[in-house]
């Protein structure tokens, strides 16, 4: 898909389209935002937060699709799966 995401302070995750133009802001933690991470399809992304939380979103519905807690404060997240369904 090309697309790449940023986040940090604030809680707010952005979604860029090729090309660096700002796709997709999502309010997506009550807190900073300690990690991301994309699933192999580029269809989702994962992000954690100092809010003790882990996310999965739909990139296309900017919609949480699982939310996991509890977490250690500061925590990151990395996925793998080698293009299979995450459960």
Known sequence: RGEFASAGYGGTLWIYAPGGFRRTKISAHLTDITGVSWTADGERVATSSN???VRLWNVDTAEPELV???MADGSAVSLTGG???LH
Do not use: A
């Open 51 to 53: 809010d003790g939380t």
């Open 68 to 70: 996991i807690i509890p």
């Open 83 to 85: 293009g299979k369904p």
